[in-house]
């Protein structure tokens, strides 16, 4: 194999006709790709399924399974869904080109295949694919994987839909001293440490992130993908990350550097979840009233002295194992015309 | 004698873009698998399986025009867009026509890889 200008792109060749097979994997390995292939649809979408490919050059004669079912079942997949296709192939009619177009081709090659003008189609194809990665890099980069899924299945429109769900607030408690008694970058440096406990311990129960401000954060549980025992899932994420506070705090007084502590308010009920701004920029959050009472729980996490503090319905929403609670009673909270009943979930941690 | 049965042009191109060792060993693949395809065509026209005879009809045009096998591959074209009908006119010579041009072929194929 020589060395390629793109630095060797996998391709994966499917013709269930040997001399066919043989001579494009040829002109491909001549360009520099990497190369494997396979006798027929099923057997392409299996290797699909298993490794990695850049770029699938098919063929749609072939018995078992042709290509028009391979684009189809590509076309389902949101594994595989943009890979880009070359269709290599003989076919007679138009109406079948078209139809490869229609199922989300890219390019269409006439058989024999012109060495040449593969080169320059696999050239753009590569090249293309290699721009749709960079973007959907940046989206996940900037949104939770989940965001990212949900945009790419249902595509961007503003606007929200009712969903039912679990909304957590967290943030660092008495964080204004702490920035004021130490360095900018040992502060960067906390946050980045902070954020990557909480987002862990919050995507491990099946929450997303959906905003992060200064030292706070608000996740979702239950939007944009719908989760069972969302309230259940919200608490035990709650209790991960008060223990992973406490473990961070064991290295943070190892190395002499201030320990940190969080507040959590948690609520479940139903809210609107969707894209809000404008098309040009816009964010997945969630509004309502179970969201607003969620981040006033948080804020009362420093009256009432508890770390986590959740509504009426998370409480009644906990499944097992059991996870201690006690209840606070009906407590008057900020922005709420009644009272509203309160209950602390008890944690081994100080606070 | 291989000229008039190989397009001589579109052979030494497919040299020239894959190299001839290669090309060698990709004439012996056609010469092997060739035949297969041709008692794919019978026993397809035998059990009437039209989807089967058009699909090999298809592969073996295919592989033809690939070569520069320009008259065989227009032969194999005439019988994937004829099916089955066009194999069972005049008594079912059409295939036996095939295998005879395909004889041809093979023959020219073989002098021009020792060339």
Request: contains cysteine; proline residues 3%; hydrophobic residues 45%.
């Amino acid at each position: 194999m020589r060395e390629g200008s793109h630095g060797g792109a996998r391709l994966l060749v499917v013709d269930d006709n040997k001399v066919n097979r043989l001579l494009l994997s040829r002109n491909i390995e001549l360009m520099g790709h990497r190369v494997a292939a396979a006798e027929n649809g099923r057997v392409a979408l299996e290797l699909l399924r298993r490794e990695a490919f850049d770029l699938l050059l098919l063929d749609i004669e072939m018995p078992e399974m042709d290509g028009f079912q391979v684009l189809e079942q590509l076309a389902r997949d949101l594994q595989l869904r943009d890979l880009p296709v070359i269709v290599t192939s003989s076919l007679e009619g138009l109406d079948n080109i078209v139809r490869c177009i229609e199922l989300g081709a890219e390019d269409y090659l006439q058989k024999p295949v012109n060495p040449a003008l593969l080169k320059a189609r696999i050239g753009t194809s590569l090249e293309k694919k290699r721009l749709r990665d960079q973007q959907k890099e940046l989206v996940r980069r900037f949104a939770t994987r989940e965001v990212a899924e949900d945009l790419q299945q249902s595509g961007f429109t503003l606007g929200g839909k009712r969903v039912s769900g679990t909304v957590m607030f967290s943030d660092i408690r008495d964080f204004t001293p702490l920035v004021e008694s130490q360095s900018p970058e040992d502060t960067i440096d906390l946050l980045n440490t902070y954020y990557t406990l909480m987002f862990n311990a919050i995507s491990g129960h099946g929450g997303i992130v959906s905003e992060i401000a200064g030292d706070g954060l608000m996740a979702v549980f239950g939007a944009p993908l719908p989760l069972t025992d969302h309230g259940d899932a919200a608490v035990r994420a709650a209790l991960e990350m008060i223990e992973m506070i406490g473990l961070f705090n064991v290295d943070q007084a190892a190395a002499g550097k201030t320990k940190i502590r969080i507040g959590v308010g948690i609520a479940s009920g139903e809210m609107v979840a969707g894209y809000t701004g404008t098309n040009e920029r816009a964010t997945y959050t969630c509004i309502g009233d179970t969201v607003n009472l969620a981040s006033r729980l948080e804020q009362y996490t420093k009256v009432a002295g508890h770390a986590i503090l959740v509504d009426a319905p998370t409480h009644a929403a906990l499944r097992a194992p059991p996870i201690e609670i006690q209840a606070l009673g009906p407590v008057t909270i900020r922005g709420k015309a009644q009272p509203v009943e309160v209950f602390a979930v008890s944690t081994r941690e100080s606070v | 004698m291989a000229d008039s049965v190989i397009d001589v042009a579109t052979f030494e191109n497919l040299k020239t873009t894959a190299g001839a060792d290669f090309v060698r060993e990709l004439v012996e693949t056609f010469l092997s698998e060739a035949p297969r395809m041709l008692d794919e065509l019978r026993s397809a026209l035998a059990a009437s399986d039209a989807e089967r005879f058009r699909r090999t009809a298809h592969s073996l045009k295919s592989n033809s025009n690939t070569f520069g096998a320009l008259k065989l591959g227009a032969m194999a074209k005439g019988l994937e867009l004829g099916g089955l009908a066009a194999a069972r006119e005049a008594d079912g010579r059409a295939i036996a026509q095939l295998a005879s041009e395909y004889a041809r072929v093979a023959q020219a194929l073989s002098e021009l890889k020792r060339a």
